[in-house]
């Protein structure tokens, strides 16, 4: 079992960065080591035994940090233990059902072997329907 988890996330609006958190309270309720950070602030994944990357949705594909995330830190996440979760959907389908991952975040999960991949409700702050891709 990993003692020192990095919940990695790409985040817009501050969504994927609230699950993030929520996914690292609860693992360090059940006794490991976590932690969350914005994706394009870790640098090394070295001192973390397992890695989960989480990032919101914006017009079919991860938000570019989640993106860039992967592709650096590739080869050190072949190595480790990898899980994804995506923020998205606005409507309750989530709750209900698996949304399985867009295409570009199943072609990452093939390449890296990830464990599994979990689609979370998103959430829309008013005022926020005209934002721009990230
Ligand atoms: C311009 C725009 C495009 C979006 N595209 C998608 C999409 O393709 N699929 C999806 O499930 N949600 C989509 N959403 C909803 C966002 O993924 C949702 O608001 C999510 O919670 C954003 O994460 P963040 O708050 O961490 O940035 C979109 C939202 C906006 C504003």
């Given at each position: ?56 949705l ?28 995506s ?32 689609t ?15």
């Open positions: 079992m990993p003692d020192n988890v990095l919940v990695a996330y790409a985040t817009k609006n501050g969504s994927t960065a609230q699950i993030a958190e929520a996914v690292a309270e609860v693992l360090r309720k059940d006794g490991l080591g976590a932690e969350a950070r914005p994706a394009g602030s870790v640098t090394d994944v070295a001192p973390y035994d397992a890695v989960v990357v989480g990032g919101g914006y017009a079919g594909r991860w938000h570019k940090d989640a993106r860039r995330f992967v592709r650096r830190h590739r080869r050190a996440l072949t190595g480790r233990p990898v899980w994804f979760f923020s998205g959907p606005l409507d309750a389908s989530a709750a209900e059902r698996d949304i399985p991952p867009v295409p570009g975040v199943r072609r990452a999960m093939d390449k890296l072997d990830v464990v599994e991949h979990v979370f409700g998103g959430r829309l702050e008013e005022g926020r329907r005209d934002a721009s891709p990230a």
